[in-house]
C-alpha cells in the first residue's frame, strides 16, 4: 500500500458545484496532515492545514478520520480559479519530511 | 522579500556532465529540502538538512548530492547526470526543523531539468 493514496481525477465540475476529494495514507502514526495546492507548471502552496477536529477557510473544509486514516477536502460554490491539483501531504515516519501524494485534478468550467 | 529562489529556471543538459541545481531563501528558515516532481509519481523527497551544517537522504539520493553551507543556501549538485534524472526539481523550506512536520514548507518556482 502506498504512503498516501489519493483520486488522481480529474475531476470535472461546472461553477457553483460542489466536490469533494479523498486521501487516505498508511503511517497510523502520522500526526501532521495537509491539503496543498499546485496549479500547472508551478510550484506547491499550503492550501490548509488539516486538525483532528476538522476545520473550515472559507469555502474549503479539511476533514480528518483517524480511525479510517482518511482525510478529505470538500470545496462548496467551486469557481474557476479553483482548477488546479490538490496534493494531499503527511508527515512521514520519524526523522523523515513531508510525505506527499501524487495529487488530484480539479477543472471547474463555466 | 523573494522568499525561495531557485536557478536556473530551465536547463537542458548532456548526459554525463555535471551540474549544480541552486537554491537560496531570505527567511531564515532552519529546515531545506530538494524534491523532484515528475508525471505519474508526484513529489518525492531527495535530501534535505535540518539545519546549516546538516544534512539526510531522503526517498531518491542516488546520483545527488547537497551541501548546507549556510541558512540561506542549499545547492543540488548532479555529479554525472543521466537521462532518468530528467525532471522538474523543487527546493523548499520550513521554519523548523524537518522532525516537527508541522511547519509550513514554502517552495521555490522549480527547475527544469532535462537531461539529453
Known amino acids: 500500500r502506498k504512503e498516501v493514496e489519493q483520486d488522481p481525477g480529474p475531476f470535472n465540475v461546472p461553477e457553483g458545484a460542489t466536490v469533494a476529494f479523498n486521501c487516505t495514507y498508511s503511517n497510523s502514526a502520522s500526526q501532521s496532515f495537509f491539503w496543498y495546492r499546485q496549479d500547472c507548471r508551478k510550484e506547491p502552496k499550503l492550501l490548509m492545514s488539516?486538525?483532528?477536529s476538522g476545520n473550515e477557510d472559507g469555502r474549503f473544509t479539511a476533514q480528518l478520520n483517524r480511525a479510517s486514516q482518511y482525510i478529505s477536502l470538500l470545496i462548496r460554490d467551486s469557481k474557476l480559479s479553483d482548477s488546479a491539483t490538490y496534493l494531499c501531504?503527511?508527515?512521514?515516519?520519524?526523522?523523515?519530511?513531508?510525505?506527499f501524494g501524487k495529487g488530484t485534478t480539479l477543472s471547474v468550467s463555466s | 522579500i523573494a522568499g525561495i529562489t531557485q536557478a536556473p529556471t530551465s536547463q537542458i543538459l548532456a548526459a554525463g556532465r555535471r551540474m549544480t541545481l541552486r537554491c537560496t531563501q531570505d527567511m531564515r528558515h532552519n529546515a531545506m529540502y530538494w524534491y523532484r516532481q515528475d508525471l505519474g509519481l508526484g513529489l518525492r523527497l531527495i535530501h534535505y538538512s535540518n539545519t546549516a551544517g546538516t544534512t539526510g537522504k531522503g526517498e531518491v539520493p542516488d546520483g545527488y548530492s547537497v551541501s548546507r553551507a549556510n541558512t540561506d543556501d542549499f545547492p543540488l549538485t548532479l555529479a554525472s547526470a543521466v537521462p532518468s534524472q530528467t525532471s522538474v526539481y523543487f527546493c523548499?523550506?520550513?521554519?523548523?526543523?524537518?522532525?516537527?512536520?508541522?511547519?509550513?514548507?514554502?517552495f521555490g518556482p522549480g527547475t527544469r531539468l532535462t537531461v539529453l
Open positions: 523548499a523550506s520550513s521554519a523548523g526543523e524537518v522532525l516537527s512536520h508541522t511547519d509550513t514548507q514554502y
Open positions: 501531504v503527511v508527515n512521514g515516519q520519524a526523522g523523515t519530511a513531508l510525505i
Open positions: 488539516v486538525y483532528s
